[in-house]
């Protein structure tokens, strides 16, 4: 690699006792430990063995020869009276970097979020296994384990694919040796072992492989903030400060503003980003250079491992940003093509830039490529489909918030989404209605940045967040004793099929438009409850009209001769019907139109 520096952990009961301390330098005659160990690590190079307060770990830094060769390492220290010695395996470079992985997830995709307890169950016998403190099994409860593993996602590839997904970002899938609520994956007790519930490591490395081999990718949903309670380094740390302590529990004040308020309190901005997420998930201190090594170095380890794509960083603004701006470059250098977006659930477009590469004037600058785009649901096609107040409200709101595009390096980097697993469902914020929810995944589809859809929206699946757990309910059909399968059209009703088929015509006629993809977006005011705006580029001009009134308008397409100029019709990319665009048209209430320009 680029970056051809190791640190390894070795963790076990009074570890430092069998390896003493040292460092090399220049200065340094020979190695403490003598030749053999050098003839028999096989390229590993050690360069200093470090003790910290805990005598159960011990970090030894390495360098990687250009000339190593993978495979098991076995690692000597002989020194008077003691010979400990432990294998690492070095292991071949995944190939196909930036082409059959670590490809980078960009406008051109179009992501789907699946919890995996809650999706599909293909292997009853890891429901419950010993060993894991969390041995609840029971669907009839949103709190307990439900069953879902990665083979049941695996089996419904070609279901997701037929739709016109792209990617697929899974909720984290590592290991959560957890006492209870396990079912989310945000609570991690060992970064190096898939959750054996879900399959391991082993089915992990499947499912990278077999999205590759339909054209698909795969999202990693990155958890650098915080770790669960019972992990090892939780239950055994290190050292003191591998933590952020404090006196008494402190959790977060979930306050981003404290991070950038040129007026703010250095108090509350610590308390914002070292205070713990819950009590349940110890906050780490990634000033800590052995902590920050530890998140890297897995990430690194999760790219070539499994074949990952993408990464989504859970619980962005609670991070150190010195500490991601250091990981995300070094995932970049690995890995040039590799995007990754931060979770950035907070209100304001300014404060949301803040966090991603942007094009303001302030003390830190981020690396970030993407952000959930939490301001384009809140302040945009929420109130366009719920709002029909003054000129400021309602669709003018979505408007409004795609104008300050300006503040970003690159809006099109940022996801886009209608709900996920913590927030209500869209159909459910809608009152159920389906015509909005129409609206919404052709505004989805067709605006700027990365569609990301939740598990189940295109089969109107509904719940309110409060709690959460009644928006994680089970895909019906993904167990084998489900009455209905909503995998096949014969399982759905006339309803739900409507609206399955209206985002599979969408989404596949995305797959082929380029104006779309990475075309450029023209938007006109809102007037009278219509918004209408444009994707396009020098091959292709897409329009979207879009009649957030329950009444019929009346649309004049040569007010946008900024963008029609050059064409005579526009087809309707559903029916296949067309409209002159020199005359007027009537748009029925609550109707997106989405017209491919022809000439």
């Not at 770990?57 to 010979?83: C, S």
């Not at 959560?176 to 079912?183: A, D, G, K, S, Y």
């Not at 970003?408 to 989404?417: E, L, P, R």
């Amino acid at each position: 690699m680029k970056n051809n520096k190791l640190q390894v952990m070795i963790h076990g009961k009074n570890i430092a006792e069998l390896i003493p301390e040292f460092r090399i330098t220049k200065n340094t005659p020979k190695l403490p430990m003598g030749k053999e160990y050098i003839e028999k690590a096989g390229g590993l190079i050690p360069k200093a063995v470090h003790h910290v307060e805990n005598p159960n770990y011990v970090f030894i830094d390495f360098e990687i020869e250009k000339t190593a060769k993978p495979g098991i390492k076995q690692i000597d220290f002989v020194h008077p009276g003691v010979h400990f010695e432990f294998n690492y395996e070095l292991k071949p470079r995944r190939k196909g970097n930036g082409t059959e992985f670590a490809q980078g997830v960009r406008s051109e995709d179009f992501m789907y979020l699946i919890m995996p307890d809650r999706f599909a169950n293909s292997d009853y016998n890891n429901d419950k296994l010993p060993g894991y403190k969390d041995q609840s099994l029971n669907r009839d409860s949103m709190y307990h384990r439900h069953g879902g593993d990665l083979q049941g996602v695996i089996n419904h590839l070609d279901y997701l694919k037929d739709l016109g997904v792209t990617t697929v970002w899974l909720t984290p899938v590592l290991e959560n040796n957890m006492p209870n609520r396990t079912e989310h994956g945000y609570a991690i007790t060992n970064h190096y072992n898939v959750d054996e519930r879900h399959g391991g490591n082993a089915a992990y490395k499947k499912l990278g492989d077999e999205l590759h081999k339909r054209g698909m990718k795969l999202i990693q949903d990155a958890v650098y903030n915080h770790v669960g309670l019972y992990n090892f380094l939780v239950q055994d740390p290190p050292m003191k400060d591998w933590l952020h302590q404090w006196p008494k529990y402190t959790q977060t004040n979930y306050k981003d503003q404290t991070i950038f308020d040129p007026y703010g309190s250095k108090n509350q901005k610590k308390i914002m980003q070292d205070g713990w997420f819950t009590r349940q998930m110890p906050d780490l201190n990634q000033n800590n250079p052995y902590v920050s090594n530890f998140l890297i170095q897995h990430a690194i380890w999760s790219i070539e491992e499994f074949g990952v794509d993408g990464w989504r960083i859970d619980t962005y603004i609670y991070n150190d940003l010195d500490f991601m701006n250091k990981c995300n470059k070094a995932l970049i250098d690995e890995y040039p093509k590799m995007t990754m977006f931060g979770e950035t659930w907070v209100h304001g477009t300014a404060n949301q830039a803040y966090f991603a590469q942007n094009n303001m004037n302030v003390p830190f600058k981020s690396n970030l490529i993407g952000v959930t785009d939490f301001q384009t649901l809140y302040y945009g096609i929420t109130p366009a489909l719920t709002q029909n107040f003054g000129w400021t409200d309602g669709v003018n709101k979505l408007y409004q918030t795609l104008s300050n595009d300006f503040l970003y390096k690159d809006a099109s980097n940022n996801v886009i989404f209608l709900d996920n697993h913590d927030m209500t469902r869209f159909f459910s914020t809608i009152n159920e209605d389906i015509d909005k929810l129409k609206m919404a995944i052709g505004w989805l589809l067709t605006s700027r940045g990365v569609p990301e859809m939740y598990y189940g929206t295109e089969i109107l699946l509904k719940g309110v967040s409060d709690p959460d757990g009644k928006v994680r309910q089970d895909f019906p059909g993904g167990w084998k004793e489900d009455q209905q399968n909503k995998f096949t059209e014969q399982g759905r009703s006339d309803s739900e099929n409507v609206v399955f088929n209206w985002t599979r015509t969408i989404a596949n006629f995305r797959k082929n438009s380029s104006a779309i993809k990475t075309g450029k977006l023209a938007q006109f005011y809102p007037e009278d409850w219509t918004y209408t705006y444009f994707r396009y580029n020098d091959k292709q001009t897409v329009m979207v009209v879009m009649n957030t009134s329950n009444d019929e308008k009346t649309v004049d397409p040569t007010k946008y001769s900024e963008r029609t100029a050059g064409f005579t019709k526009a087809r309707n990319i559903i029916n296949s019907s067309t409209n002159d665009l020199s005359g007027a048209w009537k748009i029925p209430g609550k109707t997106l139109w989405i017209l491919e320009l022809v000439k």
